[in-house]
């Protein structure tokens, strides 16, 4: 008998506001919302693999529609503000010839991901970075950069955001 373990976890003054959408096929995957997480109708998330983990820290929001697909980590910081329609995921779901199909995925603390963007498997985005509305990001992203595009490429350094 294969015993199976699901957690979710933290989530001292969560807020949801409409449905959410999970999925835990595998067994030991988690779930940890930090602090005053916020999370808008339609936002879903997918632990797709045994072991699976996604963190969400402190004071982020994940807005309408907003989905995180992972097979073993994604890690969302502190004060992060992400659009509405965005994708953020560890996986491919499938192999291209030998390469690897999950890589996990880290974005720091006071991130501001725009609308309908895409964070892509192994992908750090540095703290304070800005991804633009509709970027599809497949590389790493400085700290405090302003990333746009497909694929997203950095077109200002140095940026602050409130």
């Known amino acids: 008998m294969v015993r199976t373990t699901q957690r979710i976890s933290g989530g001292q003054g969560l807020e949801v506001d409409g449905a959410l959408h ?12 930090g602090k005053r997480v916020r999370l808008y109708k339609g936002v879903g ?10 963190v969400i820290g402190d004071d982020s929001f994940l807005n309408q529609r907003t989905m995180v697909t992972c097979k073993r980590s ?39 991901i725009g609308a309908k963007a895409m964070i892509l498997k ?5 703290t304070g970075a800005v991804i633009a ?12 950069a302003l990333v746009a595009g497909n694929p997203a490429t950095v077109i200002r350094e140095d940026v602050r955001w409130s």
Do not use: M
């Not at 998330?45 to 996604?54: H, K, T, V, W």
């Not at 509305?133 to 405090?144: C, F, H, K, N």
């Open 45 to 54: 998330f997918y632990l797709d693999a045994p072991g699976a983990s996604i």
């Open 122 to 126: 192994g992908v750090t985005v540095g």
């Open 133 to 144: 509305a509709g970027s599809v990001v497949t590389r790493d992203v400085p700290e405090r």
């Open 74 to 112: 994604v890690v969302i910081g502190a004060h992060c503000s992400i659009g509405w329609d965005v994708w953020i995921t560890d996986t491919d779901y499938h192999r291209l010839n030998d390469g690897e199909d999950i890589a996990p995925v880290s974005i720091g603390d006071r991130v501001w």
């Open 22 to 33: 999970f999925s835990r096929p595998g067994r030991d995957t988690s779930i940890f919302f």
